[in-house]
């Protein structure tokens, strides 16, 4: 059987950590800042951990990466 790809999209996305989260970009941040909240900016700066059903679709496309 050949090997299995992974998803370019997610490779540069997303990373597992070695416990096995997804870590992701926040969303929301990329136009409209002026309607946004102080705190919804501040709030959604650096990286967030994907909620379960989410990670699990993620490391459907990253097969090595577990």
Known sequence: MPKMK?????KKRFK???TGKVIG???????GMIKRTKKFIR???GTTVLSEP???IIKG????DR
């Open 6 to 10: 992974t998803k370019s999209s997610a």
């Open 16 to 18: 597992v950590t070695a």
């Open 25 to 31: 970009g926040q969303a929301g941040k990329r136009h």
């Open 43 to 45: 709030d959604a700066r």
């Open 54 to 56: 989410d990670a699990k």
């Open 61 to 64: 496309f990253m097969p090595y």
